[in-house]
């Protein structure tokens, strides 16, 4: 009965499996420049330590980890390797000898190369082998994932709509029913999308070593923060055309254009110190509570947001938690919404 959605939803998820491969192979590609710039710094490590006047001392940790310290007191340079095993190696290199023009913090997948400039000790190279990666980064982009296949699979009421809604209705199920199954398939779609999304960034992070994934406490009500605005998003581009017959295309482009224009243009008006300008951004940053892409942005498991554009109206700025109950409720209200404009339908 829903065999027509779960091919569109196969189809979707088929290009985004496309686009994942590519992005695993623009990660072997980084990959590899990753190892040259490894192997550089390794021949100089190898270089410094087999030097004539380099002081080299091995010691064992109590948790097992190799130590190995090199002095070269020519060159000036200092350098601890710790050697964790399969887990991670750290390597410190401190001294006036290294050649560092500036700051830099480079982390690619679980590689992470730090230069400090002129620090207390001389100028400093730290290299992590294994970066934690935090979960919520992961989810973040596993949502927004999610988000454009909600939106390429939203409004399937409206296609109900288009020339066979008499045959829709001879089903032999009731016109919620249909709908909130329609409505099921395509949520399958893009939870099945952040699963996709989540196993490429892994097997990208493991091109570099075995992935360390960290978690906070606010953890969990980031990850249903972040499995709902892709359905919040997919139900108010749904309620937005379920009584159309025509021109769904139309409102799925222009509820993107409102989602990410309607934000800054509320900042921006507000910051307005002019009356009628300042109340009417103000309106339009409370009007931003109706959309669900603003409860997600970069500082998710932040509160009090206000320097970022759009987050400093009423919930918006509020914590995850919170967040999970707004978009809770916006999901509801959305559906619900929805059902009332297909049951009105009218043949």
């Not at 089903?171 to 996709?196: Q, T, Y």
């Not at 002019?274 to 409860?295: C, E, N, R, W």
Request: proline letters at 3%; one cysteine or more; hydrophobic letters at 50%.
């Amino acid at each position: 009965m829903f065999y027509v959605e779960w091919l569109r939803v196969r189809n979707c998820l088929r290009i985004l499996g496309i686009i994942l491969a590519c992005c695993f192979l623009i990660a072997v590609v980084f990959r590899i420049v990753a190892a040259i710039e490894m192997n550089t710094y390794y021949a100089w490590i190898a270089h410094e330590e087999h030097k004539p006047g380099a002081h080299v001392v091995t010691t064992h940790l109590a948790d097992g980890t190799t130590r190995t310290t090199i002095d070269d007191r020519a060159d000036d340079v200092h350098i601890v390797i710790d050697d964790h095993g399969w887990l991670r190696k750290n390597i410190t290199i401190t001294g006036n000898g290294i050649e560092n023009s500036g700051d830099s913090n480079v982390q690619i997948g679980t590689l992470g190369i730090h230069s400090l400039h002129g620090s207390s000790s001389g100028h400093s190279v730290q290299i992590d082998t294994n970066v934690g990666i935090p979960a919520d980064v992961l989810l973040f982009f596993a949502s927004w994932a999610a988000v454009i296949v909600g939106t390429v699979l939203a409004g399937p009421l409206a296609k109900e709509n288009g020339n066979h809604l008499e045959i829709s209705w001879t089903k032999p199920i009731s016109r919620e029913r249909l709908a909130l199954g329609l409505f099921g398939v395509d949520a399958i779609g893009m939870l099945a999308s952040m699963a996709m999304t989540i196993l490429c960034m892994l097997l990208c992070i493991a091109l570099f070593q075995l992935p360390i994934i960290t978690a906070s406490a606010q953890t969990p009500a980031i990850l249903v923060l972040c499995v709902l605005v892709p359905f919040a998003w997919y139900d108010l581009l749904t309620v937005c055309s379920a009584s159309l017959k025509r021109g769904r295309g139309a409102v799925l482009g222009l509820g993107w254009f409102v989602a990410l224009v309607l934000p800054g243009v509320a900042l921006g008006m507000s910051a307005i110190d002019v009356q009628p300008f300042h109340a009417i951004g103000v309106v339009l940053g409370y009007l931003t509570m109706l959309d669900p892409l603003a409860y997600m942005h970069a500082n998710l498991g932040d509160a009090g947001t206000s320097g970022v554009v759009g987050y400093s109206f009423g919930l918006l700025s509020a914590g995850p938690a919170i967040r999970d109950v707004a978009l809770a409720v916006l999901c509801i209200v959305y559906c619900t919404l929805s059902l009332v404009q297909w049951r009105r339908l009218e043949a």
